[in-house]
Structure formats: C-alpha cells, structure tokens
C-alpha cells in the first residue's frame, strides 16, 4: 500500500500470458465457432432480421431430445416420482415405475435423490449395472466393485486418462486415438498434456480399423512419447461405422502383445442399423478369448444415458467399468472419484433404468417395447436415407452409416474454394460449413475438426432431426453444394 493508503496499480493475476497453456490448446469442434455463429443467428431471426432461412436446424451433435425425440415415458415416469415422492400415492403412475421409484429412492440418504451418494455411485445402481453387463455378455460376470457410476462417459473417459497420464519428454503418456476422432479425445490430451497419437481409420473401407495402421501408428509414436493407450470408439463417432467380432479379437490381441491400456467407448451400442452387422462388446469378446487374454489385459469399457434409444443427454447419467485394474490404482481412482463427492444422483437414477428397464408380464413393458423400437426404427431409417441421398449429389460421397447417430460424407471442394479458405486461415471445410450456415440455416461440423487426412475433406451430419425436416435438410444440403460448386469452379 501506497503512502496515501492508495492500493498500487497492478495487472490482472489472470490474463491469458499466465493462464494454464494447456487450456489454451483445448479445442471442441462440436461446440466451436460454427455453432457459436449458429446460436447469433437465432438471436438475429427472433429480431426480425431477414434470411434466406426461417431456422437454424442443428445437425452439429448428438442431442436427440433437441431435434425433437420423445423421452422414453417409463423413464420420465420413474424420474418423476423420485424427484416428487408424493406422487408414489397418485393412481395414474404404473406399480413397476413406483416400485422401481421406491428401490432408487431406499438406497439414497433420507430417501431423497437430493442427497450426496457414495462417490462411486449409489449401490443398488452398481448392482444393476453389472446384471445387466452380465445379461447382455451372455452371462459373464460382471462385479458391481469394479463399476463405478459417472457424470456421463466423458467424465469416466477423462478420469481414466488421468490415471494413465505421466512422465515427461520421451516418458510422456502417449495415447492412440482414431482419425477421425470424437474431439473429446483430443480436447482432453491437450488439457491433460498427453500426447495425441493418430490412426486412421479406412475410408475406403468403410471406416474399418486396419491393424497394420495401428502398428505404423504405434511405430512412429515410439520415436518421441510411451504409448500406454488405445482408445476405440465402437459403434463409431462420428464415422458411424460398427466393428466386426473379428477386428475386436484383432484389437485385442494387438494391444495384449504391445501392453498398452484398452479404453472402449461404447455409448452407441444399441444403435445398430446395417443388415449383417452387430455390437459385440469388448469385455465379452476378451473373455471368449480366454485367460491368456481376459486374466491380463487391462479394460475399461464406457457406457451412457445420453445416446441409443434414450437420449437422455440433459441427465449426464454414465457408468465405467474397469477389468484387471491393479488393486492400488483402483484405490487411487476410488479416491479420485471421491473428490467430486458423486455423479448428478439424477442421472444415476436414469443409468439404473436404462440397465434395469421393464421386464415382460410389467405393466409398462408394452409401452416400453413399442416406444423403444420405434426410435430405434426410425434411426435406422433416417440412416439409410441419409446415405442415399448424398450419394446422389456430384462430389459428396457417404458410406453406409452401419451404426451412431452420424454421417461423415466426404466433400470435394473446388481449387478456387480452398484457396479462399486459406487466404482466410479457415480449414476448406470450416470454410464450407460457415458458408452453408449462413445461406441455408443448416449447422454442420467441418471434417477438419475431428481430424482427416491430408487433401480431404467431410462434415459430420446428426442423422436426428425428424425424418420430414431431414428430408428438408438433406435436399437444401444439395442444392447448396451445386451452388457452391459452381460459383467457386
């Protein structure tokens, strides 16, 4: 303090020269500047300001209920009756929906879903969870000890990273991701200063995983970083793509033989829409390899409310388990955990109907049945209608999208466009992207912000709007390509 008691004139504590630099390298494509542009151009049209467009359709992320989903009523039913117990005496509600109210709300403190929880989640949940991992891997065990409940399954994908994350220089944690990626991955490596090692996936063939890239990948990485980590997307975000049994045992046997860490992320595993493709999950797979695999191999496997039928994204409902975990690290994770108390009880309590949905001979199993398959229907239809209708249009090309919620058609783009971009400093596609928001309405991701090869170019299109607005959305898609194919040759 000065002599006249004046405090001395001092800079911010905080600017961005001293901030944390690993923040700075964070980027998240499906919420970057597109969609930030796409949110002022909402504001714009309630103004009254004139465009070529009524609306914005937001094709940029998987938020079913957003794009006009119905919530699955069992769901909402139970959820209800947790968050206002004095509804467990109205006759409208069914008895399964109560009784399963009454089993979440017993298992909480002062049988109140606004009570902290144990941090790995509430018990009878972790119960669940595992019966139902059993039930789906055709009866192998699954231990409620090694599931903990999460805040969505990208907290549980970030936790886990932070446990294998260490070393520096050539020692640092290196961690396989696929190109193209769920920006998650690579947002969250640059916050936890991990290095990012790339594999592309085939676009020639369909998206599929090739384990002579994984090996190149690996090879390379070796150079400079400790590969400890490979992560897997399956079915595929955003390439939609759904790996076979055969390229799972692949995976397996390539990441056993190398000792690296296995991360499954499998929140799309109900969504399945391809004839002759199938979910096969990880855990099931190790384990029908037999103990030379399933009694080392280190998994952890990753599950949500957000995708599938459900939906649910608001919830951030998710569960984690881990296979083979060293005892002390599986401590130390426990006590990480705990630093965030618990996951949203909420969204527990989704996770545990998900996982413990209506049985045959309940009341709401009809309901349930009919609701579920009519999402799952239609998914599939918008999937095959998404694909058809690109592939009509010159210079877009779409493989089939075996699985997800997404398209990630490749877009040839004229010389003159690209080098407009560049003049720019915008991506090609970004470049793209930005131009169809602002003539049509319509919010895309641009290719480059999931990562591609070198010279091409995609976005990544939610196959989730109703299928009368996809119709819409896909039709207006061409006709603006045409005319941005044109203007720029």
Not at 304 to 317: D, H, L, N, V
Not at 334 to 349: D, E, F, N, Y
Request: proline share 6%; hydrophobic share 35%.
């Amino acid at each position: 303090m000065s002599e006249n008691g004046a405090l001395p004139l001092r800079g911010k504590v905080l600017t961005v020269d001293t901030m944390n630099p690993n923040v700075k390298k964070v980027d998240y494509a499906v919420r970057g500047p597109i969609v930030q542009r796409a949110v002022q151009i909402e504001k714009e049209l309630k103004e009254g300001v004139k465009k070529p467009f009524e609306e914005v359709i937001k094709a940029n992320i998987g938020d079913a209920h957003a794009m006009g989903q119905r919530p699955i009523t069992f769901f909402r039913q139970v959820m209800a009756l947790c968050t206002y117990p004095q509804l467990l005496d109205d006759n409208k509600f069914p008895e399964d929906a109560k009784n399963r109210a009454r089993r979440i709300l017993q298992s909480c403190g002062g049988n109140s879903i606004g009570a902290y929880t144990s941090s790995q989640g509430i018990d009878c949940v972790r119960h669940d969870v595992a019966n139902y991992i059993q039930r789906r891997d055709g009866g192998i065990p699954s231990d409620p000890d090694n599931i903990y409940l999460t805040t969505g399954a990208s907290d549980g994908i970030v936790t886990i990273l932070k446990l294998l994350t260490a070393g520096e220089g050539r020692t640092r944690t290196g961690v396989m991701i696929s190109i193209p990626q769920y920006p998650l991955y690579s947002a969250s490596l640059a916050e936890l200063g991990a290095v990012q090692i790339n594999y592309y996936l085939n676009e020639e063939k369909c998206w599929s995983l090739d384990i002579s890239e994984l090996q190149r990948s690996l090879q390379a990485a070796r150079e400079h970083c400790n590969p400890r980590v490979l992560c897997i997307i399956n079915p595929g975000n955003p390439t939609g793509q759904v790996q076979s049994r055969q390229c799972i045992e692949d995976v397996i046997r390539f990441a056993a033989k190398e000792n690296l860490f296995l991360m499954a992320d499998e929140v799309y595993q109900d969504n399945v829409y391809a004839e002759g493709c199938e979910f096969h999950s990880f855990k099931k797979v190790l384990f029908e390899m037999g103990p030379e695999y399933s009694s080392k191999l280190e998994l952890a496997s990753f599950h949500s409310t957000s995708k599938c039928y459900m939906g649910e994204c608001g919830f951030r409902g998710g569960y984690l388990e881990v296979i083979n975990m060293d005892p002390e690290v599986k401590a130390q994770l426990t006590k990480l955990v705990s630093v965030r108390l618990c996951p949203p009880v909420p969204g527990q309590a989704l996770m545990d109907l998900v996982v413990n949905s209506p049985q045959p001979g309940e009341p709401s199993y009809q309901t349930f049945i009919k609701e579920r398959t009519a999402v799952l229907s239609a998914l599939a239809e918008k999937a095959k209608l998404t694909e058809e209708i690109l592939n009509t249009v010159p210079g877009i090309s779409c493989n089939p999208v075996q699985g997800a919620m997404y398209s990630f058609p490749r877009i040839t783009l004229p010389e003159r466009a690209i080098n407009e971009a560049k003049a720019k400093g915008q991506a090609p596609d970004m470049f793209y992207c930005m131009k169809l928001l602002e003539e049509t309405g319509i919010c895309l991701v641009p290719g480059s912000g999931f990562g591609q090869r070198e010279g091409t170019y995609h976005f990544r299109m939610t196959i989730l709007p109703p299928t009368d607005k996809l119709k819409i959305m896909l039709n207006k898609l061409k006709e603006f390509h045409q005319k941005f194919t044109q203007q720029y040759s």
